[in-house]
């Protein structure tokens, strides 16, 4: 690999991370930064290695994860056929268009005071507040992607004598498809960010709780070793959504690519 | 030939936004024939075929198969879209394209593979069975649509210029390959197309469409014998009447 190829890389992007690290350590190491507050990068390091160590971290990681992973689950589970119900059918668009429009610009934490009142602080309440936010990405991409399928296709499927049903099953599902994972994608995000943000105003258990009770208990340095590992987990989680989204959609990518 | 109707088109007008594209066309096509349809661009030809083919619901009128009036594409029915490409399903491979044409149809799946690549044999692209439809030219996406729609075995096939993209070798291979099909098999088959010399040397009828909305404004007999053959057929004397006639019918 020449030098020039290097900008190319993931490398480079790691690169940046690394020398970001080491500026801040160097800040702090000469005090230009109060190490009270930031503590250094190699603190934060240690820390999280001995939160890990001890299995703290990782139980709080797991518990978060399974929530936003149940929630995400249930939100994908309503979005997608009922995106594509959507989007198939006028009679439901003009239904249920109006109502999803007024409820999808609602801050997910607005909802919270609700679910609360409702469905009390167990964990109930918190899988709906995740799946509440993450369903809106899922079900309008849904929606939208089934409207924009080529009309040939469908006109190429009523030719084929294929009946309403398959031709929404075979011919625009999959047409779908890359539109829906983007909008899935999205869904993922969100439903992780909800899960960090009601363990944080709920408390109790997971890694939202985990940073909130290190601040408030003045260790800065597990605070931070918390926000670290939300980074590693996100960066994670797209990576693996890439893959996927990759492999399966293969075919869109290249022809995607053939056309430019 | 037989004399009955397999298409009848009555009084069609289809309207788009209450301007017509098509205007009061009657029009029969009888069984076993091959029929072409030449007009200018955007006289409403890719329209009239989409009504034939139950595919658009005209504005006034009614279209009849063996009789009946249609509700919806037929099962016996095929069409070939100008927008061919656009027809191919991009996430399926091209034997599975040709194969998805037997959806509908009861039949093993070996069955169905087995007869989508003895199509793809015939336009030419075994060797492509395994690419997927954006690997391929334009022609080769052309012929695909050809493969699937030749594997239906329907009885009416509907071609809207189907060798347009093709190669002008390629043209007459295919030209000869559709007339081999078309009376080994005994179909109805209409094809729409701008090359007034294709629709001579494939047709036993054509007719030609002008004017905005269209209609049909005038037709020919083709009385050429068959078997035609490319060179011979297009040298003889009245293919050429043929060709001035038509000439002057789009034109004057
Ligand atoms: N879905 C549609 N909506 C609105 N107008 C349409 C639609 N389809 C066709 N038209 C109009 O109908 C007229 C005839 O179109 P059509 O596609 O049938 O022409 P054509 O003879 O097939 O042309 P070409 O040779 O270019 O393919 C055009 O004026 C076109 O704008
Ligand atoms: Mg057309």
């Given at each position: 690999m020449k030098i020039r190829d290097i900008g190319n890389t993931r490398l480079t992007g790691v690169a940046l991370i690394i020398a970001a690290t080491c500026v801040i350590e160097l800040l702090v190491y000469r005090q230009w930064l109060d190490p009270v507050y930031v503590p250094p990068p190699s603190t934060i390091l240690a820390s999280l290695a001995e939160t890990?160590?001890?299995?703290?971290?990782?139980?709080?990681?797991?518990?978060?994860?399974?929530?936003?992973?149940?929630?995400?689950?249930?939100?994908?589970?309503?979005?997608?056929?009922?995106?594509?119900?959507?989007?198939?059918?006028?009679?439901?668009?003009?239904?249920?268009?109006?109502?999803?429009?007024?409820?999808?610009?609602?801050?997910?934490?607005?909802?919270?005071?609700?679910?609360?009142?409702?469905?009390?602080?167990?964990?109930?309440?918190?899988?709906?507040?995740?799946?509440?936010?993450?369903?809106?990405?899922?079900l309008v991409a849904a929606t939208d992607a089934v409207k924009r399928v080529d009309p040939i296709l469908v006109e190429t499927g009523r030719m084929l004598n294929l009946s309403r049903r398959q031709i929404a099953l075979r011919i625009a599902l999959p047409s779908a498809a890359p539109a829906i994972a983007t909008g899935m994608r999205i869904g993922l995000a969100i439903a992780l960010i909800l899960s960090l943000t009601v363990e944080m105003i709920v408390g109790g258990d997971g890694l939202g709780f985990f940073i909130l009770d290190a601040e408030r208990s003045f260790q800065f340095a597990r605070m931070f070793a918390g926000i670290v590992a939300i980074g590693v987990i996100g960066f994670l989680a797209n990576s693996a959504f890439t893959a996927f989204d990759r492999k399966v959609l293969r075919w869109h990518h290249q022809s995607v690519l053939r056309d430019k | 030939m037989s004399t009955s109707a397999a298409l009848r088109l009555s009084n069609i007008t289809k309207e788009f936004d209450g301007n017509a594209a098509i205007s009061n066309v009657d029009l029969e096509i009888r069984t076993g024939e091959l029929l072409a349809i030449i007009g200018r661009s955007g006289c409403g030809k890719s329209t009239l075929l989409r009504v034939m083919a139950g595919l658009v619901q005209p504005t006034r009128g009614v279209v009849e198969l063996n009789g009946r009036p249609i509700a919806g594409p037929p099962e016996d029915l095929t069409v070939v879209f100008q927008e061919y490409g656009r027809s191919l399903l991009p996430w399926k491979t091209v034997v599975s394209n040709v194969a998805f044409g037997l959806s509908a149809a009861r039949m093993e799946k070996k069955e169905r593979v087995d007869r989508a690549l003895s199509c793809l044999d015939a336009v030419g692209l075994l060797k492509h069975a395994d690419f997927y439809p954006w690997q391929l030219s334009g022609g080769m996406q052309q012929r695909v649509a050809l493969a699937r729609a030749l594997a239906r075995k329907s009885s009416i096939l509907l071609l809207d210029e189907p060798f347009g993209s093709v190669d002008a070798q390629s043209r007459l291979e295919l030209q000869d390959e559709l007339l081999r099909l078309w009376s080994s098999f005994g179909m109805t088959a209409v094809i729409v197309t701008h090359d007034i010399d294709e629709a001579i040397y494939l047709a036993d009828r054509v007719c030609v469409m002008r004017g905005s909305p269209g209609v049909i404004s005038a037709q020919a007999i083709i009385g050429l014998e068959r078997p035609r053959v490319q060179v011979e057929t297009r040298g003889k004397p009245e293919f050429s009447a043929l060709r001035r006639e038509l000439y002057e019918s789009l034109a004057g």
């Amino acid at each position: 690999m020449k030098i020039r190829d290097i900008g190319n890389t993931r490398l480079t992007g790691v690169a940046l991370i690394i020398a970001a690290t080491c500026v801040i350590e160097l800040l702090v190491y000469r005090q230009w930064l109060d190490p009270v507050y930031v503590p250094p990068p190699s603190t934060i390091l240690a820390s999280l290695a001995e939160t890990m160590a001890s299995g703290e971290l990782p139980n709080h990681i797991g518990i978060t994860l399974g929530r936003a992973f149940v929630a995400y689950s249930i939100a994908i589970l309503i979005a997608v056929p009922f995106g594509i119900l959507l989007g198939e059918s006028r009679i439901a668009f003009n239904l249920f268009d109006p109502l999803i429009q007024a409820f999808r610009p609602m801050p997910s934490s607005a909802i919270i005071p609700v679910a609360i009142l409702f469905l009390g602080i167990g964990d109930s309440m918190r899988l709906f507040v995740i799946a509440f936010a993450s369903v809106w990405p899922v079900l309008v991409a849904a929606t939208d992607a089934v409207k924009r399928v080529d009309p040939i296709l469908v006109e190429t499927g009523r030719m084929l004598n294929l009946s309403r049903r398959q031709i929404a099953l075979r011919i625009a599902l999959p047409s779908a498809a890359p539109a829906i994972a983007t909008g899935m994608r999205i869904g993922l995000a969100i439903a992780l960010i909800l899960s960090l943000t009601v363990e944080m105003i709920v408390g109790g258990d997971g890694l939202g709780f985990f940073i909130l009770d290190a601040e408030r208990s003045f260790q800065f340095a597990r605070m931070f070793a918390g926000i670290v590992a939300i980074g590693v987990i996100g960066f994670l989680a797209n990576s693996a959504f890439t893959a996927f989204d990759r492999k399966v959609l293969r075919w869109h990518h290249q022809s995607v690519l053939r056309d430019k | 030939m037989s004399t009955s109707a397999a298409l009848r088109l009555s009084n069609i007008t289809k309207e788009f936004d209450g301007n017509a594209a098509i205007s009061n066309v009657d029009l029969e096509i009888r069984t076993g024939e091959l029929l072409a349809i030449i007009g200018r661009s955007g006289c409403g030809k890719s329209t009239l075929l989409r009504v034939m083919a139950g595919l658009v619901q005209p504005t006034r009128g009614v279209v009849e198969l063996n009789g009946r009036p249609i509700a919806g594409p037929p099962e016996d029915l095929t069409v070939v879209f100008q927008e061919y490409g656009r027809s191919l399903l991009p996430w399926k491979t091209v034997v599975s394209n040709v194969a998805f044409g037997l959806s509908a149809a009861r039949m093993e799946k070996k069955e169905r593979v087995d007869r989508a690549l003895s199509c793809l044999d015939a336009v030419g692209l075994l060797k492509h069975a395994d690419f997927y439809p954006w690997q391929l030219s334009g022609g080769m996406q052309q012929r695909v649509a050809l493969a699937r729609a030749l594997a239906r075995k329907s009885s009416i096939l509907l071609l809207d210029e189907p060798f347009g993209s093709v190669d002008a070798q390629s043209r007459l291979e295919l030209q000869d390959e559709l007339l081999r099909l078309w009376s080994s098999f005994g179909m109805t088959a209409v094809i729409v197309t701008h090359d007034i010399d294709e629709a001579i040397y494939l047709a036993d009828r054509v007719c030609v469409m002008r004017g905005s909305p269209g209609v049909i404004s005038a037709q020919a007999i083709i009385g050429l014998e068959r078997p035609r053959v490319q060179v011979e057929t297009r040298g003889k004397p009245e293919f050429s009447a043929l060709r001035r006639e038509l000439y002057e019918s789009l034109a004057g």
